[in-house]
């Protein structure tokens, strides 16, 4: 039997499509079955519930909450006006969300994201990033996977954001979902207007094994609309500056360091003030 709270939850968000129908149709998932969920006979597999979350925008956890913080944290607006959830108007950055939404539809989709290793030295990180729209809001799904290539141990982080387009330049603000323990933050632009297919910025962030704020260049490379996520998570991970499987040209922008300067590496332990 699943949560009444779960039923209850999916129902109100339910009620800022045009009908069920239209839910079950945006989502994926046959009517019948959707019943079930709202009727609170029937739990969705896992998967399920993923569609249903990247449909919506949520994460899987926000519909178990009670009814009154789910509604509360969603920041729904009132069902006649038949709009579904987006940045509440009285948050600061508000404003800056989407920004021009018409310019930055076009990097809907998916990219391996290319960023030197904070942590490891001579190392590559590569993630995948997922691009979507929901109700005129554009969002950001990041999932970056690496292992130790000394100790062995695997480190997984997710992050979930937000990516607005202003002054031709694209932001993406996005939280450790995960491990809820930070915020990165990246800023890009097509390496030629020609063609979308590189993206090039800087990213900050914290590091994964020693929790160290880092700087450095990133590049995202387009891979569709509709992708081998399979085939995509194997290309995911630690690797080698020089290693094969790294096309060139992301190498080419990336070069050899995160920066030439070391001053855009900040070590906590160097500027301690206790001596």
Not at 73 to 101: C, E, N, T, V
Not at 267 to 273: A, K, M
Request: positive net charge; contains cysteine.
């Amino acid at each position: 039997m699943i949560s009444g709270e779960f039923a209850r939850n999916l129902k109100l968000l339910c009620g800022f499509e045009k009908s069920v129908s239209a839910a079950c149709r945006a989502v994926g998932i046959n009517r019948q079955q959707f019943s079930k969920y709202l009727n609170g006979t029937s739990q969705p597999s896992p998967y399920n519930l993923q569609r249903i979350c990247d449909h919506f925008a949520i994460q899987p956890a926000d519909l178990y909450l009670s009814h009154d913080e789910f509604a509360e944290r969603m920041h729904f607006r009132s069902s006649r006006d038949g709009k579904r959830p987006g940045l509440s108007p009285s948050l600061p950055l508000a404003k800056a969300f989407p920004g021009d939404i018409k310019s930055l539809r076009r990097y809907l989709g998916y990219y391996l994201a290319y960023c030197h290793s904070g942590t490891w030295e001579n190392h590559v990180l590569c993630a995948v990033t997922r691009i979507y729209e929901v109700d005129g809001m554009v969002f950001s799904k990041t999932i970056e996977r690496s292992r130790d290539p000394e100790e062995g141990t695997l480190y997984l982080s997710k992050y979930d954001g937000l990516m607005s387009f202003l002054g031709n330049r694209l932001f993406v603000v996005e939280h450790q979902s995960l491990a809820n323990d930070a915020i990165v933050e990246t800023v890009l632009y097509p390496v030629a207007r020609s063609q979308l297919v590189l993206l090039q910025g800087t990213i900050f962030g914290m590091s994964s094994k020693r929790r160290e704020p880092y700087v450095s260049r990133c590049v995202w490379k387009y891979l569709g609309t509709n992708v081998d996520l399979r085939a995509v998570m194997n290309a995911v991970g630690l690797l080698r500056i020089h290693a094969n499987n790294i096309d060139p040209k992301v190498l080419r922008i990336l070069g050899e360091r995160p920066f030439p300067s070391h001053l855009l590496r900040y070590d906590p332990e160097s500027h301690s003030i206790d001596h």
